[in-house]
């Protein structure tokens, strides 16, 4: 069965893991006495945001004094078992947590959280606060410049390559999942992260059985149902940067006509980006995944552009 006859398609599957800080909400979380405390140690703030599978909230680290961000997994589990080994949360964990990498959100740790009769639990990843938007939102405001996706698709490109050197594959490469981090950068236009290992793939975890990324950023192969790889997250990637300069999707409308279109031919890339640009886009959305270029070349290909 390819992607195609899955019924039921899953538009947005994620949880984005920041936004904008709010110093004065921030503030507050330390005042309330009230204020649910996860694992003992975690102070709820106010709801980031949210997803099928997880909601983010901020919160204050009372041991360190620390603003992190909570990614609360809305599935419960029996609290006498282990987290089921294909379940988001346990790739977050064995996947995600173990990444160091600038253009990577840093996971801090992890926990289980009791609901209120105890006899079943909540899954949670602590990971760093950014001081930013994700691209999902930055976009919906207006398409980005040719210098800001030069720097963050560059990037993301780098923080692939630090995956697929390790035979991971993000799998679920959106707008939605990118990060801007602008207090890291305050003279510049902020550095991209990457964040939402939910259905990553590695030597231990294979794709999901029931679903596959996020319809509108699938690659070719996978709408067939075929295998994801690097090369998919490339095509994905490539689709996010034509996003960037456009302030459109590439393959817009529902889920399912967006997919087909995908099978039928490459994406338009309009006159009005530059042809050094359309040259990398079409390379990276090359219908066939041995003419893609690795996540290392994307980062040389880029740099080139910003010449």
Known sequence: MTTLDVSAV???R?????SMAQ???????AAQPGAVVLGGRYRLGGRLGGGSEAYVNEALDL????????????GTEPA?????KDSPFRREVDIHSRLRHQN???????GTTADEDSQRRRNFLVMDLMDGSDLRSILHEQPASPEQTVVWMSGIAKALTHLHRRRIVHNDIKPGNILVDFHADPEGPGIAKLTDFGIAIDGRHSAPKSSSGTPHYLSPEEVRGGTSTSASD?????????????GTKAFPGPPLESMVARTLGEPRIPGTVRRRWSMVLHAMTDPDPAGRPSASQVVGMLRRLSW
């Open 63 to 74: 041991h360190t004094g620390k603003h992190v961000a909570i990614k609360i997994f809305r």
């Open 234 to 246: 490339i095509y994905s990637l490539g689709l996010v940067a034509l996003e960037c300069l456009t």
């Open 10 to 12: 899953r538009a947005d």
């Open 23 to 29: 110093p004065g909400a921030v503030l507050s979380i």
């Open 104 to 110: 990577i959100v840093a996971v801090l740790g992890s």
């Open 80 to 84: 006498t078992t282990d987290p089921v």
């Open 14 to 18: 994620g949880a984005g893991c920041s």
